[in-house]
T-cell receptor, first 110, second 112 residues
Framework: SQQGEEDPQALSIQEGENATMNCSYK?????LQWYRQNSGRGLVHLIL?????REKHSGRLRVTLDTSKKSSSLLITASRAADTASYFC??????????FGSGTQLTVLP | KAGVTQTPRYLIKTRGQQVTLSCSPI?????VSWYQQTPGQGLQFLFE???????NKGNFPGRFSGRQFSNSRSEMNVSTLELGDSALYLC???????????FGPGTRLTVL
C-alpha cells in the first residue's frame, strides 16, 4: 500500500523553535503531499513535492524528498502556537486515492 | 475561488436510519473523493468520483454509497446506520487524480 508513516507520533516544542517531522513509505511514488489538520477540522493542503524534486519551500515550510530512501521530511521554522495541529503525509503512487498514516501531533507551547 | 463546501456540518442520527451528505467541489475540479476519519481507524478512503463515474472504492460495506452529478457536486449516502459510523466525513476535490486534493471542513456524524 502507498500509506505513509509519520514519525514521531507526537512532538512538543517551544514557540520559535523549528519542528521536523518525517514520513516513510514503501513503494514508488509520483508525488508526496503534506497536510495539516487542526482539531476536528478538515485537512489543509500544505505542499506537493513531485518524485523528481528534492526540496520545496513554502513560506516557513521546507519539504525534502529522498526517493532512494523512500522518505520525506517537513520542517516548520520559527514555529508559532497556531502551528499546533496534526500533520499527515500522503505518498501518491499509481493508485488514485490518497492513503494517510496516523500523523504527527505537533504541539507548540507559547 | 471558493473552497470545498460540505453540508451539513453536523448531524445526529439514530441507529438504523440513513443519511445523505453533500459536497460541492472547487469550481473546475472534476474529481471528488470521500474519506472517513475516526479516532480508532484514522483517515480511510471511501470512494472517488470523476466525471460522474465511481473510479475507485475503499474497503467499506455496501451501506456506503455515493454519486456525482454533472456539475461535479457529490453526495454520499449511508444506510442502516450503525454506532461505528460515527465519524468525521471529509470530502476532497482535485483537478485530477495526480493533483493536490483540497479538503472541505467535513461533516461530523454522530449515531446514537
Amino acid at each position: 500500500s502507498q500509506q505513509g508513516e509519520e514519525d514521531p507520533q507526537a512532538l512538543s516544542i517551544q514557540e520559535g523553535e523549528n519542528a521536523t517531522m518525517n514520513c516513510s513509505y514503501k513503494t514508488s511514488i509520483n508525488n508526496l503531499q503534506w497536510y495539516r489538520q487542526n482539531s476536528g477540522r478538515g485537512l489543509v493542503h500544505l505542499i506537493l513535492i513531485r518524485s523528481n524534486e528534492r526540496e520545496k519551500h513554502s513560506g516557513r515550510l521546507r519539504v525534502t524528498l529522498d526517493t532512494s530512501k523512500k522518505s520525506s521530511s517537513l520542517l516548520i521554522t520559527a514555529s508559532r502556537a497556531a502551528d499546533t495541529a496534526s500533520y499527515f503525509c500522503a505518498p501518491k503512487g499509481s493508485a488514485r486515492q490518497l492513503t494517510f498514516g496516523s500523523g504527527t501531533q505537533l504541539t507548540v507551547l507559547p | 475561488k471558493a473552497g470545498v463546501t460540505q453540508t451539513p456540518r453536523y448531524l445526529i442520527k439514530t441507529r438504523g436510519q440513513q443519511v445523505t451528505l453533500s459536497c460541492s467541489p472547487i469550481s473546475g475540479h472534476r474529481s471528488v473523493s470521500w474519506y472517513q476519519q475516526t479516532p480508532g481507524q484514522g483517515l480511510q478512503f471511501l470512494f472517488e468520483y470523476f466525471s460522474e463515474t465511481q473510479r475507485n472504492k475503499g474497503n467499506f460495506p455496501g451501506r456506503f454509497s455515493g454519486r456525482q452529478f454533472s456539475n461535479s457536486r457529490s453526495e454520499m449516502n449511508v444506510s442502516t446506520l450503525e454506532l461505528g459510523d460515527s465519524a468525521l466525513y471529509l470530502c476532497a476535490s482535485s483537478l485530477g487524480p495526480n493533483n493536490e486534493q483540497f479538503f472541505g471542513p467535513g461533516t461530523r456524524l454522530t449515531v446514537l
